[in-house]
């Protein structure tokens, strides 16, 4: 058993991943795009563009900048204003210097591609030998297969009609330079939740050590001509939930309602059928419905060994109103005793999804503001110490936090009070106890939990996920109060972490491939 440290926050991991170097990610990277050049003319408007008034840059321009940004593919602006704002290192030059000279003494030229982005009325700028000349805003036709063709016959020069095309051409050149070995991964997700993923380098467009590719899925550009580029699509879909109704007697894909982008993300996925879905939408719903969960977790029975510690779902119920008469004596029957946790069904994807309450006495459950319907589930006593677990395929890490104090704790707490119901937000403002871990911190049985992680995904069938547990105070018993999909696993370290990540989406991949029917079967 791994020991732990007496802090607040200490991640930890049962498997040893091979990390990676900045050195070993340009290495992966030679044949491909070895560099961008972006000219002043696609990034600021001009007199003709249709911006607004205060617009700073050109449609299109802050998506690729933001992409680039943590790409791992050496970029350049040739402008200063816009270069602070993204980072982005600065040339000063005019027409007349030898662009692919002056850029040549900063970038490392290992062969590859570097590639010189300029708008249609700047396309006689000359951008140097070996260069691949992007012209942005050209009216000219182009094919639909026109950057196959591109990266096929070497040509020097290619127009797109939109910035935010660009990175998929560099998409099918590293793919060209990597050949068969090459998989890449369509990602979407919300902006905030991208970002926190793509600075910790989990996104780079450049190749990875064992192969992958990430191409940044645009609802802008026809989704159909994107996802023929790719191997797989990562997605966060419980980002894209606009309602989920508990009522509805239907089967749950069809409570659940999408925005319409990832319905059209749905429509195109179906339209392709060799293409891998990290994970299936289906998989993902029982992790949207804490009552399925509960339901789903019962099964760990089958993972506990005679005379050792059991790793158990909490006590739980689903009640429909919180007037019930006979409240109390279904409680009793469901083996909750006094306080409660009292959770909506719905476990994410809406804005009142965390709204939760501990319970002291049962008439507080009368006015009690908790969404409906709500499961209420055992407050296990648990030293205020959670373990984080986060599943990256097959390997498992894991953090160690404060958490709710025990349940006398927390009634002299607010034994003053009167003791009215605890509302809190599980996301903002959960009442976690003041002092520091306890002994207690260093008992959870890591194997035990390992065969329970095993367990999950192979039950929920999912590749990445997290899962909370606490270790009961007395009996020992190990207790999943928590099960989410696709977490950040931001507590483990990124030299560790992204390794996995990648490893994990790979196997995923090439395991989704070798099922697929061969055209002789």
């Known amino acids: 058993m791994l020991c732990c440290e007496q802090k607040a926050l200490h991640a930890h991991t049962f498997c040893t991943a091979k990390t990676h170097t900045h050195s070993e990610h340009r290495g992966r990277n030679m044949g491909g795009v070895r560099g961008i050049l972006l000219d002043s003319s696609v990034l600021l408007p001009s007199a003709g563009d249709d911006v607004s008034g205060d617009a700073v840059l050109r449609s299109g321009a802050d998506f690729l900048l933001r992409k680039l940004l943590y790409s791992k593919i050496p970029t350049e602006c040739l402008l200063q204003e816009t270069a602070k704002t993204y980072t982005c290192p600065i040339f000063y030059l005019s027409l007349q210097d030898d662009i692919s000279s002056e850029v040549s003494r900063v970038w490392e030229d290992n062969g590859g591609c570097f590639i010189h982005v300029v708008s249609s009325f700047r396309e006689d700028l000359y951008h140097g030998s070996g260069w691949l000349k992007v012209i942005v805003g050209s009216a000219e036709k182009r094919p639909s297969n026109d ?21 998929l051409l560099i998409c099918n050149l590293n793919k060209k330079a990597m050949g068969k070995e090459a998989l890449t991964v369509g990602y979407v997700m919300k902006p905030s939740r991208e970002e926190d993923f793509a600075k910790r380098g989990a996104f780079p467009l450049c190749p990875t050590q064992n192969g992958l590719i990430f191409l940044p899925l645009n609802y802008g550009l026809p989704m159909s001509s994107q996802l023929k580029l790719v191997d797989a699509v990562l ?224 039950t929920l069938d999912l590749t990445i996920f997290g899962f909370d547990v606490v270790v009961q105070e007395g009996t020992g018993d190990h207790v999943i109060v928590d099960v989410n999909y696709l977490p950040s696993f931001k507590e483990v370290p990124d030299d560790v972490a992204i390794p996995a990540f990648w490893d994990a989406l790979k196997e995923k991949i090439v395991s989704g491939k070798s099922k697929q029917p061969t055209e002789t079967s």
């Open 147 to 167: 950057f196959e063709y591109v990266v096929a016959t070497g040509m020097s020069s290619i127009s797109i009609h939109k910035l935010e095309e660009l990175p």
């Open 235 to 458: 997605h966060k879909a419980t980002d894209e939930i606009l309602a989920i109704d508990m009522d509805s007697p239907s089967e749950f894909s069809d409570r659940v309602t999408f925005t319409t982008n990832l319905q059209e993300l749905q429509r195109n996925i179906k339209l392709q059928l060799d293409c891998c879905v990290i994970d299936p939408f289906n998989n993902i719903f029982p992790i949207l419905d804490r009552l399925k969960i509960q339901q789903i977790l019962i099964g760990l029975e089958t993972v506990n060994i005679q005379g050792r510690h059991k790793i158990r779902a909490p006590h739980f119920l689903k009640v429909d109103s919180f007037d019930e008469p006979n409240l109390d004596q279904r409680l009793a029957e469901a083996n909750l005793s006094l306080p409660n946790i009292v959770k909506p069904q719905v476990a994410c994807g809406v804005s009142d999804a965390h709204s939760m309450a501990i319970v002291f006495k049962v008439d507080h459950y009368k006015d009690l503001n908790v969404p409906l319907p709500a499961v209420v589930q055992e407050y296990v006593d648990h030293s205020a110490v959670l373990y984080k677990f986060y599943a990256l395929g097959g390997k498992i890490f894991y953090a160690i936090k404060k958490s709710i104090p025990n349940a006398d704790t927390l009634m002299n707490l607010f034994a003053e009070k009167g003791l009215k119901p605890l509302h809190f937000d599980s996301l903002k403002s959960l009442p976690v106890a003041k002092e520091g871990l306890s002994a207690n911190s260093c008992q959870v049985d890591l194997e035990l939990v390992n065969g329970a992680a095993d367990w999950l995904r192979r």
